[in-house]
């Protein structure tokens, strides 16, 4: 059985830092890009980040550039996202995904999903 687990949400104050990681098991992504999204309340789900298997090609959303930073050990068959500078409205819960198969930026398109994991930033 396939999963992706998440970890590393909480609370933090604005300009504050966290690191999630995705521990993926039940199958090797080593060679599938892995990326990260987030759904704020009544929001739809957004794209953030993804990571090539190789960590060589890295695409980050308009509004985490410069602030969130994309990696990956495929030996540990994990992927991270290191957060910086945090704001309120980065408040989401942010979820693992792997395997695309078209457009790297449509939560659709991938075929591998972790539960989550919350972060919330207060001001």
């Known amino acids: 059985q396939v999963q992706l687990v998440e970890s590393g949400g909480g609370l933090v104050q604005a300009g504050g830092s966290l690191r999630l990681s995705c521990a993926a098991s039940g199958r090797t992504f080593s060679r599938d890009p892995m990326g990260w999204f987030r759904q704020a309340p009544g929001k739809e789900r957004e794209f953030v980040a993804i990571i090539s298997w190789s960590g060589g090609t890295i695409y980050y959303a308009d509004s985490v550039k410069g602030r969130f930073t994309i990696s990956r050990d495929n030996a540990k068959n994990t992927v991270y996202l290191q957060m910086n500078s945090l704001k309120p409205e980065d408040t989401a819960v942010y979820y693992c995904?792997?395997?695309?198969?078209?457009?790297?930026?449509?939560?659709?398109?991938?075929?591998?999903w972790g539960q989550g994991t919350q972060v919330a930033v207060s001001s």
């Open positions: 995904a792997a395997d695309p198969s078209g457009s790297y930026y449509n939560p659709q398109d991938y075929a591998y």
